[in-house]
């Protein structure tokens, strides 16, 4: 199943999500005034709509999200690599190091990864 996509300001509002769900909506409407100004209306449309689209759920003023951050981060990625690198990895990873300074301990952390991989622990 591909994962729904999810728009900038719905991102900031689903991380509020995985970090207090469940939750009761009025306590999530309660949490987004809070931290994005958003009035409750808002909330509740940004409910609704990501429940539409398979996002959240919310039953009984519960809402608990479908997807987690994980699968929403890697859709995002994936989306970037192919739109803006004709799906090539090597191509996106020479256009993030060219401009960033990265140190010896995320180099080492990359390379643990890509020798996991090799051995095929993912």
């Known amino acids: 199943m591909e ?3 999810v728009f900038e300001s719905e991102y900031r509002f689903c991380l ?3 970090e207090h769900e469940p939750i009761k909506s009025t306590e999530l409407v309660n949490l987004c005034q809070e931290q994005l100004g958003w009035k409750p209306t ?7 709509r990501l429940a539409e689209r398979g996002v959240l759920k919310n039953e009984n003023t ?9 699968e929403v981060q890697a859709a995002e990625i994936n989306e ?3 739109k803006t690198f004709e799906g090539s ?3 996106f990873v020479a256009a993030f190091t060219k401009h960033q300074k990265i140190s010896e301990a995320d180099l080492d952390e990359v390379q643990r990864m890509i020798d ?4 095929g622990g993912g």
Do not use: C, F, G, H
């Open 3 to 5: 994962t729904p996509k």
């Open 16 to 18: 509020i999500l995985w």
């Open 42 to 48: 808002t909330t509740y449309t940004v409910i609704k």
């Open 62 to 70: 519960i809402v608990t999200s479908l997807v987690s951050k994980d």
């Open 80 to 82: 970037m690599v192919e």
């Open 89 to 91: 990895l090597p191509a």
């Open 116 to 119: 996991r991989m090799r051995k």
